[in-house]
């Protein structure tokens, strides 16, 4: 038998251990991932003590209107990439009244890719009271793998950087 769910479930709990510690609430933006950063959090029963909730925006039109995203990053360094999803991370965190804010875009597949941005590629925006970072990792696999991948990768992330 698998442990891969336990061990899912097991950062979920560490996050939510790390954000009650500090007395922190969290918000996620999500592209690529569609929600699923977000429904994986709320999985742990008591998440609502430090989950404020996310926003899907996984148009153009939706990150500048709901999380603040300029125009000219999206039009310069398009949607994945480090400069959008420093930007999605403030956006989330300012919009929610977040202590922190986690974000993801990437392309998830099988189209969308380009030789410059494969797909798989992913970008992870993290927004905390100390800072805001960005990192960028490449799944591998069809679209639904990709965006468990992703998920999980940024919830790594996130859980990182309480360390």
């Known amino acids: 038998m698998s442990k891969k769910p336990q ?8 996050i939510g251990k790390e954000l009650r510690k500090r007395g922190w609430r969290l918000a996620v933006a999500e592209s690529c991932t569609g929600g ?9 029963p008591g998440s609502s003590t430090y989950y404020l909730g996310s926003i899907t ?25 480090e400069a959008t999803v420093r930007e999605m991370a403030e956006g989330v965190r300012q919009a929610l009244a977040a202590d922190v804010g986690l974000s993801v875009s990437g ?20 927004s905390m009271p100390n800072g805001t970072w960005a ?29």
């Open 7 to 14: 061990e899912q479930k097991r950062i979920e709990e560490l």
């Open 36 to 44: 699923l950063v977000g429904h994986r959090i709320t999985n742990i």
């Open 57 to 81: 925006a996984y148009a153009y039109e939706a990150k500048v209107r709901l999380l603040g995203v300029s125009w000219d990053t999206l039009e310069t360094h398009g949607a994945v990439s």
């Open 107 to 126: 392309i998830a597949g099988p189209g969308g890719g380009t030789p410059d941005k494969p797909v798989g590629t992913t970008w992870f925006g993290l």
């Open 135 to 163: 990192k960028q990792h490449t799944t591998q696999g069809d679209r639904l793998a990709n965006k468990r991948q992703a998920a999980q990768f940024a919830l790594q992330f996130l859980l990182e950087h309480f360390a």
